[in-house]
């Protein structure tokens, strides 16, 4: 069942499993038997990871009784990224069949490794993090966000770095579950470019002319010349397409989230790109191939299969995990 499970989540299809069952081992088991063993597994997680949530609300519970949170006089960083993506399931909502996924990703800074490029530069890769995902509202994947940062010592770091795209929703976290605590939340510096770069195409006239205001808006940004940013942008305030917010709002309303200057002296890293590429490996991979279409229930149980997969801990959670709930000596 392990196995099956394992690499289920891991397969572009449970099609293309059964092949491999079958080609390389000579085992027969059908897709459907595969995708049956793989959601029991994956329910299994999923209620897991249901217990250590409300285990950590109870702890948050009792940490608001208390007059004032504990500090931490520890010097490591947590780092608290979150973002949506889209994928094709089988019910209708809304006159559309995409359903968000919303993945969380959580790391410390003790396990940052840092090495040398052929350029000569520092650059940082992080040795051990731990994902979460939720398909469904932003209050209950806030939730299962807070548990993951619970279990990677939120309380224990001196500060909270919380790195996102300036969502509304992903703001709520800081004000309900970071209270008394250290936290710098920073608006993706990749996320920021990309809308300014939107905004330029759909209202600068020119091709020269919006390329230039562009560049100018990112540079007052890198340089941390917010209020020449603001004044660049006023008399666009007006200026409304579907899709693509109004970069004078967008600005405004994350002043005090593009300090850029200051987070990269700090040594904080600015862009979301950890998430991202979360979202391209751990979601996007598995679910969004083409033709695919997901029942909602299946497709959490196989996300809370893989981000166990993901975040190195099949070995430590799921397969202890399954041996206790069959009542097997492990």
Sequence with gaps: ????????INASSYEELQRTYQEDWNIEISDDHIRRI???????????????????????KLLEMTPERPKSGNQHVLYIEMDGAMFNTRRKENNSTWKENK???VFSSKHLITYRNKKGEDVKRIGKREYVSYVGDS??????????????GIEEHGRIVIISDGAR????????????????????????????????????????ARKAWAEKLCNLLKD??????????????????PGIPN?????????DCIDYPSYVAAGYFIGSGAIESGNKSTMQERLKLPGMRWDINSAQYVL?????????KWCSDVVPLLFKKLGLKH
């Excluded at 008394?180 to 608006?187: F, P, W, Y």
């Excluded at 020449?228 to 397409?241: G, R, S, W």
């Design 247 to 255: 970069i004078y709002t967008y600005l405004k309303n994350n002043k």
């Design 139 to 152: 209050d209950t994947f806030l939730q299962f966000l807070y548990s993951v940062a619970y279990r990677n």
């Design 38 to 60: 793989t959601n029991y597994v994956g329910q299994m997680i999923y209620e897991d990871d249901c217990a250590r949530r409300d285990i950590a609300l109870q702890h948050l």
């Design 103 to 105: 993945l969380g990703l």
């Design 169 to 208: 929703w992903i703001k709520n976290f800081k004000d309900v579950y970071c209270k008394g605590l250290d936290v710098v939340h920073i608006l993706d510096y990749s996320h920021a470019k990309e809308n300014i770069y939107k905004f330029a195409n759909a209202f600068v006239r020119g091709k020269n």
């Design 304 to 312: 809370s299969a893989k981000m166990k997969y993901d975040s190195g």
């Design 224 to 241: 941390g010349r917010t209020d020449e940013a603001l004044a660049m942008t006023e008399p666009f305030q007006d200026k409304k397409q």
């Design 1 to 8: 069942m392990l196995d099956i499970a394992r690499r289920a």
